[in-house]
Each structure stands twice: as structure tokens, then as C-alpha cells.
């Protein structure tokens, strides 16, 4: 059981928008930032939103974060093939002193 | 571009040690905090531990506490996660990536540690 809950699917077709949803408490997206990372089969994860909202350069910005509360998203839009992954969000929780990240969620592209 | 590359992992029995390193390839290691991220076999991420610049700060998740310790040497760019008493559920590719919610985030290829008997 992850601190952070996501949903473990989503799916979309080429072109659409998604929107991947990461709920947590106040000691940890209440009180601090969220990330996502992406991560493809085999493959290290990638930082795709740091600070909630900010992208590292590279990453397009068909790629958007948001927080409200203790709740956080990443949108995609234009979706495309490539963009199959799994999708994590992460936080630090004030209270475990320890980031936490969601179970992560997969993304099909229909 | 800066590169991370572990080393350290393989097969170890219940009880166990292994000591991971993670070598970067920049001359500004001691400007950032590291941490070591897990992966068990087809499960999500998990975050173990991190260090800070000078290695006065460290956490760890809850699981690891008392038997692994992460430590790092500026002088030679290396970061180590000492792992004692492994567990089968330790098991898992071990990360190493540096300013994990940060701009300038890098990850390494990862390392392999099977515990078994």
C-alpha cells in the first residue's frame, strides 16, 4: 500500500489528452512538492515535473503538473505511441521524514 | 552530460551483505543530494535513502532502518549504500539518482541485488 494513491491504468488515443491523478495527506503533497517520473520497461525513471509544475529542460511541454491540496495531476496532451509508460508521482512526507512515491500507474495509448 | 553507474549488486543468501557504489562522473558531486531507489521484481518505485552534501543528513525508509547505511566520499565522487542482514523482500534494482526532485535530476542505469538461498 502506497502513501501516494494513483490510479494503476490509463489509456488514451493518439492524440487525446490524459490526465493521471496522485492523492496523498498533508504531511506530504500538503505541505511539499510534487514530482513525476516516467518510466519505460527496463529503463531507469525520468523526471518529468518537478515543483508541482516545472519541467526540466527536454522535457516538451505537451507535459503539464498541477497540485490542489493534497492532490496532485500530470496531463498529457498530443498523446503518442511513445508515451506508453509507467507514470509515478512522488513527494516528501514531512512526517515519515523519508519520499514517498504512488504505486505508479501504466499508460496505454489506444 | 553527467553520467551515475552502480556497481555492487548480485546474488547474496538471507542475512547477507553487499555494498553498492554509485560512481559520477562530475566535479560537482558534492554539490547535491543523493539517494538510492529500488525496484523490486515487477513492482513500483521505492525510495531507501538519501544523503546530503556533506553527509551530515541522512534518511531512510522505515524497512531499511538498522540494517542498510548510505554514506558518500566527495573526494572520490562515490556514493555507497552498505546493506547488512538482507532480506529476500531487499531483493530489487538499486538506483542511485542525484537531486531526485530537482532540475538537474540524474539517474543511474541501476544494479541488480537477488537475495536467496
Known amino acids: 500500500q502506497s502513501v501516494l494513491t494513483q490510479p494503476p491504468s490509463a489509456s488514451g488515443a493518439p492524440g487525446q489528452r490524459v490526465s493521471i491523478s496522485c492523492s496523498g495527506s498533508?504531511?506530504?503533497?500538503?505541505?511539499?512538492?510534487v514530482n513525476w517520473y516516467r518510466q519505460l520497461p527496463g529503463t531507469a525513471p525520468k523526471l518529468l515535473i518537478y515543483?508541482?509544475?516545472q519541467r526540466p529542460s527536454g522535457v516538451p511541454d505537451r507535459f503539464s503538473g498541477s497540485k490542489s491540496g493534497t492532490s496532485a495531476s500530470l496531463a498529457l496532451s498530443g498523446l503518442q505511441s511513445e508515451d506508453e509508460a509507467e507514470y509515478y508521482c512522488?513527494?516528501?512526507?514531512?512526517?515519515?521524514?523519508?519520499?514517498?512515491f504512488g504505486g505508479g500507474t501504466k499508460l496505454t495509448v489506444l | 552530460e553527467v553520467q551515475l553507474v552502480e556497481s555492487g549488486g548480485g546474488l547474496v543468501q538471507p542475512g547477507g551483505s553487499l555494498r553498492l557504489s554509485c560512481a559520477a562522473s562530475?566535479?560537482?558531486?558534492?554539490?547535491?543530494?543523493f539517494h538510492w531507489v529500488r525496484q523490486a521484481p515487477g513492482k513500483g518505485l521505492e525510495w531507501v535513502a538519501n544523503?546530503?552534501?556533506?553527509?551530515?543528513?541522512?534518511y531512510y525508509v522505515d524497512s531499511v532502518k538498522g540494517r542498510f547505511t548510505i554514506s558518500r566520499d566527495n573526494a572520490k565522487n562515490l556514493l555507497y549504500l552498505q546493506m547488512n542482514n538482507l532480506r529476500p523482500d531487499d531483493t530489487a534494482v538499486y538506483y542511485c539518482?542525484?537531486?531526485?526532485?530537482?532540475?538537474?535530476?540524474?539517474w543511474g542505469q541501476g544494479t541488480t541485488v537477488t537475495v536467496s538461498s
Open positions: 539518482a542525484r537531486a531526485i526532485a530537482a532540475a538537474d535530476c540524474v
Open positions: 512522488a513527494a516528501w512526507d514531512g512526517s515519515l521524514e523519508a519520499f514517498v
Open positions: 498533508k504531511s506530504n503533497i500538503g505541505l511539499n512538492h
Open positions: 515543483s508541482n509544475d
Open positions: 562530475t566535479l560537482t558531486f558534492s554539490d547535491y543530494w
Open positions: 544523503v546530503n552534501q556533506d553527509a551530515s543528513k541522512t
